[in-house]
């Protein structure tokens, strides 16, 4: 099957500061999707992104599917951005299937 | 009701219980899923319904089984459970191959 990893694992700032996170997959996907787990774990979903670029507030996603990897950027971080971040895709020729990276957990400090 | 809603939220059982998850979708899709998510470990799917099919991933023992009588509801019904079942068990839903919507979880504690 399709291997997806997230990097950082783990992620300390302080508050105002900006980040990137990183999702790499081993083969070709048909959809993309960043999540962040709050604290309850509800999964609130952030870009559907299979391709190209997005923008939302202070966070933006862009997914390059040639080279295989996506990137979500928080700019001026706040302590209610804290929690886990998700990248899930659906791999080419899976019925609907996403499979989740590890996660990337982020803490912002106030 | 919008979006997503699954109950119980937390749910404590016996191994020799039976017990049923339920989720509703209020969002018109055509979809719906079944996740575990242990602790440790990324999401994993269970189970698809849709229209056209219903997937399963094979890891999963047959102590689970869901049902989807319609394209609304989706249950997970459990029984003879063992402790690593212990779990947050995750609904979503789509409309065909699209974004997926998650529920907020039911916490499964099986003692």
């Known amino acids: 099957g399709i291997q997806v990893e997230q990097s950082p694992p783990d992620l300390i700032l302080q508050e105002g500061a900006n980040s990137t996170l990183r999702c790499n997959f081993s083969d070709s996907v048909n959809n993309l999707q960043w999540f962040h787990q709050n604290p309850w774990g509800q999964l609130i979903n952030l870009f559907y992104i299979p391709s190209g670029t997005k923008q939302n507030g202070r966070l933006s996603a862009t997914t390059v599917a040639t080279e295989r990897y996506s990137l979500l950027y928080i700019s001026s971080s706040q302590t209610t951005d804290s929690g886990v971040y998700f990248c899930?895709?659906?791999?080419?020729?899976?019925?609907?299937?996403?499979?989740f990276g590890s996660g990337t957990q982020l803490t912002v400090l106030p | 009701e919008t979006g997503v809603t699954q109950t119980p939220r937390h749910l404590v059982m016996g191994m020799t219980n039976k017990k049923s998850l339920k989720c509703e979708q209020h969002?018109?899709?055509?979809?719906m899923y079944w996740y575990k998510q242990s602790a440790k470990k990324p999401l994993e799917l269970m189970f698809v319904y849709s229209l056209e099919e219903r997937v399963e991933n094979n890891s999963v023992p047959s102590r689970f089984s869901p049902e989807c009588p319609n394209s609304s509801h989706l249950f997970l019904h459990l029984h003879t459970l063992q402790p690593e079942d212990s779990a947050l068990y995750l609904c979503a839903s789509s409309q065909d191959r699209n974004e997926q919507f998650f529920g907020p979880g039911t916490r499964l504690t099986v003692l």
């Open positions: 899930a895709v659906e791999h080419v020729g899976s019925a609907r299937q996403l499979t």
């Open positions: 969002l018109g899709h055509n979809a």
